[in-house]
């Protein structure tokens, strides 16, 4: 069973809509009736040690940081605020006291950077391994929340920041090449151990109102976009020659002699913004990328074919080659290779 069938049976599972839920699974966060004018975002996430991350190189102020950031993404991902966070740390027993304190300060620092508050959660004792979950609750403009379901035909697929530099950074790491002298090289690896959440991009992107439909690239370009298509009964072609990447992944592929493409397609935890708005709204969202100071790159087309295709330069000079790469992101449980 792959994931995004575990998550269908939850769903249908779950029990029906009642009142004062506007959206439950299936987007980045539930989205419940608030205040007049407003609503709440409620996301949570888990981090697993061996899954998500290695202590031997992790420094747990930077892990601190990032299972905060990690939820308040999902939050920015629906153009909204992160208010409150709960936590929830299972401890395996002896576990090092100067540990816990570092990634409790990385932590809290990390939602006082947020504006969000942490309010409660949990300590438990894990049998092994250290297991962090975390709640985000935010808060948005009831008229401004964007949603997965909404992209168009039509529709151009734009992409904040560059992709595939956590995934690079990762295999940085596992390599060994973690404390590399080389800036470029420095800055992948941070991208992987510290990543940044697009909250300010979001809210500008809300409030615009040209936004159609958006996500956060957690588990990949590919499975991400998927899951938008999915929810908006649609399909995407994504340019392999327009997908942005700047020069350290470049050099990080030829280090570690890997695919540039793949990475920033299939590779998790860039924690940049997916989104979708009209063919003519080109100029004015870039004019909103230098407002929130990020970039913003249009990397492909929503259309009424069903799947995610990707479009690459063939081995001929005017040959160009598709091949569907729906869901080939991250995947918890990607179950049995096929024959």
């Known amino acids: 069973m792959k994931e995004r069938e575990l998550i ?22 539930a989205v419940i009736e608030g205040r007049p004018g407003l609503v709440q975002l409620v996301t949570m996430d888990t981090l697993v040690e061996s899954v998500h991350f290695d202590p031997d190189w992790h420094p747990p102020e930077k892990l601190g940081r990032k299972a905060v950031a990690v939820n308040v993404s999902d939050v ?19 576990f090092d006291d100067q540990w816990v304190d570092r990634f409790l300060r990385g932590f809290t620092g990390s939602c006082r950077e947020y504006g969000c508050l942490l309010i409660g959660g949990d300590t438990v004792r894990s049998p092994d391994r250290i297991v962090i979950t975390v709640t985000v609750i ?7 929340v964007v949603y ?81 298509c999915e929810e908006s009964r649609a399909g995407a072609v994504v340019e392999a020659e327009k997908l942005p990447a700047g020069p350290a992944l470049y050099r990080a592929s030829r280090l570690l002699h890997l695919d540039p493409v793949r990475l920033m397609v299939s590779g998790g935890e860039d924690y940049e913004l997916l989104f979708t708005a009209g063919p003519a709204a080109g100029g004015d969202l870039l004019r909103l990328a230098a407002k929130a100071g990020v970039s913003f790159s249009p990397v492909g087309v929503i259309t009424e074919r069903s ?30 290779a096929k024959r």
Do not use: N
Not at 20 to 25: D, E, Q, S
């Open 148 to 228: 997965r379901s909404r992209a168009r035909p039509g529709d151009t697929i734009w992409v904040s920041g560059s992709l595939g530099r956590a995934a690079a950074g990762l295999e940085l790491c596992r390599a060994g090449a973690s404390q590399s002298s080389d800036p470029l090289l420095e800055s992948l690896v941070e991208a992987h151990l510290d990543p940044r959440a697009r909250t300010v991009a979001g809210r500008l992107l809300a409030a615009s109102g040209l936004v159609h439909a958006m996500i956060d690239l957690s588990d990949g370009l590919a499975t991400d976009l998927a899951h938008l």
């Open 138 to 144: 935010g808060e948005a403009a009831a008229d401004q």
């Open 76 to 94: 920015a991902a629906m153009g909204g605020t992160p208010s409150f966070v709960l936590l929830s740390l299972g401890l395996p027993a002896g």
């Open 307 to 336: 799947g995610v295709w990707l479009k690459r330069a063939g081995p001929g000079r005017d040959a160009v080659g598709e091949v569907r790469i729906d869901y080939k992101g991250f995947d918890h449980f990607p179950g049995p």
């Open 8 to 29: 269908d049976i939850i769903a249908r599972l779950a029990g029906e809509q009642r009142p004062g839920l506007l959206r439950g699974i299936g987007d980045d966060c």
